[in-house]
């Protein structure tokens, strides 16, 4: 098996390349923590996960086994293989200091959150840049739509070990924020690890 | 009133409105669709997000009293009046293959300025006229359309949701380069492609006042509208 197994701590990012055919998986490994996550083409970063196309084409918000992760081209990029959390959302995006003050208090700007995770990660990749972040995927994160159009942050329905995982339909670029957001219960207030697999299939 | 403009059918459209300045987008007929994408004029960087703007305000549509936020935590435009109810922030924009398997190719070359344009390649022109680009092509609004999610996450298009006349008030809070595509909307199921045109019309409106029913219909809005002040009156 030829690939990576690596633990990303809370409040970190990752980058990696996924290669056609090959699996990734992302493992929540002590319970309720979101992993903010994109999908590049690993050729051509400008087309990239598209989260408005995935859910149009699949007729429903949730991403769960089976859903087809379409770019902004339309093309697809991964496919949910293996799913034994049961739903992940794909509207709530990324927290970022700017939007912390918004949603909690002016003086939450200074908290650590994904996008400046993303942004860091970014700049040491060199190519890539904010105008680079489109809506990205919460792996694990529960965030319901009433049907009156209301948004909740509910949670909980990720557990201890509990995993999700894609198989890549192109050579793809992953950026993944393991979140630190400590202001609401998309982490059940305590961020914790993930762990981060890819490997050849036969 | 400032000026008055139409869109055709199918057409698309870019411009800049002013801070203050309110734009009335009026739907032309019934079923009527309008995509819309918002950039800050004095940096395109900062632009709608549709992530922030839905949990600020724990909403998944758009009415009157909902403001549409940045990526940077601060309000592009408010919606001061809207007499059709529910504007559709998640679904997206068309493409040229929808568009063709779904109502047929068309070229220029036979139809003329009756070919049909999708969603995507209409906002690829508009930006390009801004140096933007597809990597500025984010998660859009629909306008006008209804799409209401059931228990299991399904996306169901209100039809005959939106009819002839009815408006929405977007009131400049940054100066805003604004894109629009009046197109059908991608989950539209009928196979004629006959798109109402949009009608517009831009204001000069009054600063939200304390009481603004924007700004107060939510902390949140609070502190967005208190970012926004701090940027233009430094």
Same mark, same amino acid.
């Given at each position: 098996?030829?690939?990576? %197994?690596?633990?990303?701590?809370?409040?970190?990012?990752?980058?990696?390349?996924?290669?056609?055919? =090959?699996?990734?998986?992302?493992?929540?490994?002590?319970?309720?923590?979101?992993?903010?996550?994109?999908?590049?083409?690993?050729?051509?970063?400008?087309?990239?996960?598209?989260?408005?196309?995935?859910?149009?084409? =699949?007729?429903?918000?949730?991403?769960?086994?089976?859903?087809?992760?379409?770019?902004?081209?339309?093309?697809?990029?991964?496919?949910?293989?293996? %799913?034994?959390?049961?739903?992940?959302?794909?509207?709530?995006?990324?927290?970022?200091?700017?939007? &912390?003050?918004?949603?909690?208090?002016?003086?939450?700007?200074?908290?650590?959150?994904?996008?400046?995770?993303?942004?860091?990660?970014?700049?040491? =990749?060199?190519?890539?840049?904010?105008?680079?972040?489109?809506?990205?995927?919460?792996?694990?994160?529960?965030?319901?739509?009433?049907?009156?159009?209301?948004?909740?942050?509910?949670?909980?329905?990720?557990?201890?070990?509990?995993?999700?995982?894609?198989?890549?339909?192109? %050579?793809?670029?992953?950026?993944?924020?393991?979140?630190? =957001?400590? &202001?609401?219960?998309?982490?059940?207030?305590?961020?914790?690890?993930?762990?981060?697999?890819?490997? %050849? &299939?036969? | 009133?400032?000026?008055?403009?139409?869109?055709?059918?199918? *057409?698309?459209?870019?411009?800049?409105?002013?801070?203050?300045?309110?734009?009335?987008?009026?739907?032309?007929?019934?079923?009527?669709?309008? #995509?819309?994408?918002?950039? #800050?004029?004095?940096?395109?960087?900062?632009?709608?997000?549709?992530?922030?703007?839905?949990?600020?305000?724990?909403?998944?549509?758009?009415?009157?009293?909902?403001?549409? @936020?940045?990526?940077?935590?601060?309000?592009?435009? #408010?919606?001061?009046?809207?007499?059709?109810?529910?504007?559709?922030?998640?679904?997206?924009?068309?493409?040229?293959?929808?568009? /063709? #398997?779904? +109502?047929?190719?068309?070229?220029?070359?036979?139809?003329?300025?009756?070919?049909?344009?999708?969603?995507?390649?209409?906002?690829?022109?508009?930006?390009?006229?801004?140096?933007?680009?597809?990597?500025?092509?984010?998660?859009?609004?629909?306008?006008? /359309?209804?799409? *209401?999610?059931?228990?299991?996450?399904?996306?169901?298009?209100?039809?005959?949701?939106?009819?002839?006349?009815? +408006?929405?008030?977007?009131?400049?809070?940054?100066?805003?380069?604004?894109?629009?595509?009046?197109?059908?909307?991608?989950?539209?199921?009928?196979?004629? @492609? *006959?798109?109402?045109?949009?009608?517009?019309?831009?204001?000069?409106?009054?600063?939200?006042?304390?009481?603004?029913?924007?700004?107060?219909?939510?902390?949140?809005?609070?502190?967005? @509208?208190?970012?926004?002040?701090?940027? @233009? /009156?430094?």
């Amino acid at each position: 098996m030829k690939g990576l %197994d690596e633990v990303v701590p809370a409040g970190e990012p990752w980058m990696g390349v996924v290669r056609a055919g =090959q699996s990734l998986r992302i493992v929540d490994l002590e319970g309720n923590q979101a992993v903010d996550t994109l999908f590049y083409n690993a050729a051509d970063t400008a087309e990239h996960y598209s989260a408005q196309n995935t859910i149009q084409a =699949q007729g429903r918000i949730y991403l769960t086994t089976g859903t087809v992760l379409l770019s902004n081209r339309g093309n697809a990029l991964l496919r949910i293989e293996e %799913d034994t959390c049961g739903r992940h959302d794909t509207l709530g995006g990324a927290c970022s200091a700017e939007s &912390n003050t918004v949603r909690y208090a002016l003086e939450k700007r200074s908290m650590h959150s994904c996008r400046d995770s993303f942004l860091l990660a970014l700049a040491k =990749q060199g190519a890539l840049t904010k105008r680079d972040l489109p809506s990205n995927i919460n792996f694990f994160m529960n965030v319901p739509v009433t049907p009156t159009g209301e948004l909740r942050f509910a949670d909980g329905i990720s557990a201890a070990g509990r995993h999700v995982q894609l198989r890549a339909l192109i %050579d793809t670029l992953v950026l993944i924020s393991n979140c630190p =957001q400590l &202001n609401n219960p998309c982490n059940a207030y305590n961020p914790t690890p993930i762990r981060v697999m890819t490997w %050849d &299939n036969a | 009133m400032i000026w008055e403009e139409e869109i055709p059918g199918g *057409a698309h459209w870019s411009g800049v409105l002013r801070r203050g300045v309110v734009l009335r987008l009026i739907a032309g007929g019934d079923d009527a669709n309008v #995509s819309a994408l918002f950039f #800050s004029r004095e940096q395109p960087l900062e632009r709608y997000n549709m992530a922030d703007t839905l949990k600020a305000q724990h909403i998944a549509h758009l009415t009157t009293g909902c403001v549409c @936020y940045s990526d940077m935590g601060r309000i592009l435009c #408010s919606i001061t009046a809207d007499t059709c109810g529910w504007h559709d922030p998640l679904c997206g924009l068309t493409d040229a293959a929808q568009i /063709s #398997s779904r +109502y047929g190719a068309t070229r220029f070359q036979e139809q003329r300025n009756q070919r049909f344009v999708s969603g995507r390649d209409a906002m690829l022109v508009e930006l390009g006229k801004h140096g933007l680009n597809e990597r500025d092509l984010v998660a859009n609004i629909n306008f006008f /359309s209804k799409v *209401a999610v059931d228990e299991a996450g399904a996306l169901r298009l209100t039809t005959g949701h939106a009819k002839a006349g009815q +408006y929405v008030d977007l009131r400049f809070e940054m100066d805003t380069i604004v894109a629009l595509h009046a197109g059908p909307h991608p989950l539209a199921t009928g196979t004629k @492609y *006959a798109p109402p045109a949009i009608r517009l019309q831009a204001r000069r409106g009054s600063p939200p006042a304390a009481d603004d029913p924007c700004r107060v219909r939510c902390p949140e809005n609070a502190r967005g @509208y208190i970012n926004t002040e701090r940027m @233009y /009156s430094s």
